[in-house]
C-alpha cells in the first residue's frame, strides 16, 4: 500500500540547516504532487513548499521564501526540503503529503490523500 515516511528533522540553531526527506513506497512519487507541510504547537498546519508531477513547478510560503528549497528524486523515489537560515518560527511538526490527482501546484491540506507520519524540527539556542 502506498506510505510516506519523513526522514532527518531535529535539533538545530538557528541559522543552522537541516534537510528532510520524504521516501514514497508502493506507489510512484514522481507522478504525484508531493507539498510539506508544518504545525506549530497553538497553530493551524500551514504549507511550506510542494512540487508538481508535471513540470516540477514549485511553491513556497512567504515565511521560507529564499530559505527553503524543494526538490526530488526521480531514481530515489525522494522528495527534499533543504532548510536554511533556520529561525525560532520554524519549530514545528513537519510532513509530507501526496495528491495523487494533482498534476500542478497544491497548496490546501484537503487536496492531500497520503500523509507520513511527520518528523520534529526543533530550533533553538
Known amino acids: 500500500q502506498a506510505q510516506l515516511a519523513e526522514s532527518g528533522g531535529g535539533l538545530v540553531q538557528p541559522g543552522g540547516s537541516l534537510r528532510l526527506s520524504c521516501a514514497g513506497s508502493g506507489f510512484t512519487l514522481e507522478y504525484n504532487t508531493i507539498g510539506w507541510f508544518r504545525q506549530a504547537p497553538g497553530k493551524e498546519r500551514e504549507v511550506v513548499a510542494c512540487i508538481s508531477s508535471s513540470d516540477s513547478s514549485t511553491y513556497y510560503a512567504d515565511s521560507v521564501k529564499g530559505r527553503f528549497t524543494i526538490s526530488k528524486d526521480n531514481a530515489k523515489n525522494t522528495v527534499y526540503l533543504q532548510m536554511n537560515r533556520l529561525k525560532h518560527e520554524d519549530t514545528a511538526v513537519y510532513c509530507c503529503?501526496?495528491?495523487?490527482?494533482?498534476?500542478?501546484?497544491?497548496?490546501?491540506?484537503?487536496?492531500?490523500?497520503?500523509w507520513g507520519q511527520g518528523t520534529q524540527v526543533t530550533v533553538s539556542s
Open positions: 503529503g501526496a495528491d495523487v490527482a494533482g498534476m500542478g501546484i497544491s497548496i490546501t491540506t484537503g487536496e492531500y490523500d497520503y
